[in-house]
Each structure stands twice: as C-alpha cells, then as structure tokens.
C-alpha cells in the first residue's frame, strides 16, 4: 500500500464520498493493487480520518476493506 494517499477536501461532499473517491483514484492510478487487502486502521490512519467513512465507503460497494479485530 501506497503511503502517498492523501483527501482532496476541496470537493463539497460528504467524507464518506470523499474516502471513496480517494480510494478509486488510487485504484485506478495503480497506488492500490488488485487483490491487495486493506485494513480499516491502516486506510483512516494514512487519510487522516476515523474508521467510520471507510466503513461507509465499503458499504457503498467499494468492497475491499478487511475489518480489523
């Protein structure tokens, strides 16, 4: 994973948009590879925010974020 992920707060949306189009970009950038497991602490640590917009982004069908136990 990528250390150079960072939010473009710019965007009037709410966070949960903002972390899933963040993570998109990355993706498609190839910051993110495929297959590649990501953990919530880890992603809310590097963008600089709680576990919950992550959470939120997986719901809204990102899909690739593990829970951490």
Do not use: H, W
């Not at 190839?30 to 919530?40: D, F, N, T, V, W």
């Not at 992603?43 to 576990?51: I, N, P």
């Amino acid at each position: 994973m990528t250390d150079d992920l960072t939010l473009n707060m710019d965007a009037y949306l709410p966070l949960r948009d903002v972390v899933f189009n963040t993570l998109r970009e990355a993706i498609l950038k190839g910051e993110l590879k495929p297959g590649e497991r990501l953990m919530e602490l880890q992603l809310a640590a590097k963008l600089g925010v709680s576990r919950t917009p992550i959470r939120q982004d997986d719901r809204k069908g990102y899909g690739g974020c593990a829970s951490d136990p």
